[in-house]
């Protein structure tokens, strides 16, 4: 819901790029993934057919204690 309100209900190209780089300075990786995965998920349902550009930034590296 987030994303379509940024974007103002219509699909955009530059206007999703402009959401990711938003969220990228607001929140941790593992959050920017998700929020990415699901948002290109979604333009995929919808046929988009820049929806591979969206690239998913790697895991964080986590060493177990």
Not at 4 to 28: A, C, M, P, S, V
Not at 35 to 55: M, N, P, S, T
């Amino acid at each position: 819901m987030e994303y379509l309100q940024f974007i103002g209900w219509e699909i955009d190209k530059e206007k999703t790029l402009d959401y990711f780089k938003n969220i990228n300075n607001r929140h941790k990786v593992s959050s920017y993934r998700k929020k990415a995965y699901q948002v290109r998920r979604f333009l995929h349902h919808l046929g988009c057919g820049w929806d591979k550009e969206i690239k998913l930034p790697p895991e964080p590296f986590y060493i177990p204690k």
